[in-house]
């Protein structure tokens, strides 16, 4: 059941670019101790499962290099770190600290396939703009800047991961002082 944030006439501003920016600096060190921590569990199951022996040789071959189930595992666990803030409170940690939070028009939380359009948005644009500058070399900063930008740059209030996901990130006001 969708947890309601405020009434739906009430409307909240939407969040101006430089507080999402700064979330999503926040949230990225936070998401990269999940990574890490993730990669260490999984490391730790693949290594039992194949044998220390066998994982540790595999390893030294290098054919441990590019393992797509270590990526989705990965994928996955983003995805599950930040729905499950989304949909619980629609903060994350670091958009606690800059007063936004991801909402639906009416006030009410965003689902779990809301959130799943969310991040999927994000991660073909992230996706793209990374294929991209890997290819153009010298001309990463042409290419990754402005496809950042436009990812979380809110037009009319609405980034592209708010209209992929029929979200807003809205500024929280302050609570009153008692």
Do not use: C
């Amino acid at each position: 059941m969708p947890r309601r944030f405020h009434s739906p006439e009430e409307l909240l501003p939407p969040a101006p670019f430089i507080k999402r920016l700064m979330a999503v600096i926040y949230d990225s060190l936070i998401s990269v101790a999940v990574l890490l921590v993730t990669t260490w569990a999984y490391t730790l199951v693949a290594g039992w499962i194949t044998g220390w022996d066998k994982y540790e040789e595999m390893a030294e071959a290098g054919t441990l290099e590019a393992d797509p189930l270590l990526t989705f595992v990965l994928f996955l666990a983003l995805y599950l770190f930040f729905a499950y803030f989304w949909t619980r409170n629609g903060q994350t940690l670091g958009m606690q600290v800059w007063r936004i939070r991801i909402e639906n028009l009416d006030g009410t939380s965003v689902s779990w396939t809301q959130a799943l359009k969310r991040y999927v948005a994000a991660a073909a644009i992230l996706f793209v703009a990374l294929l991209g500058a890997y290819y153009l070399n010298a001309a990463t900063l042409f290419i990754t800047v402005p496809a950042i930008i436009a990812l979380f740059y809110p037009i009319n209030g609405m980034s592209l991961t708010d209209r992929a996901s029929g979200s807003i990130v809205a500024s929280v006001p302050k609570e009153p002082k008692k």
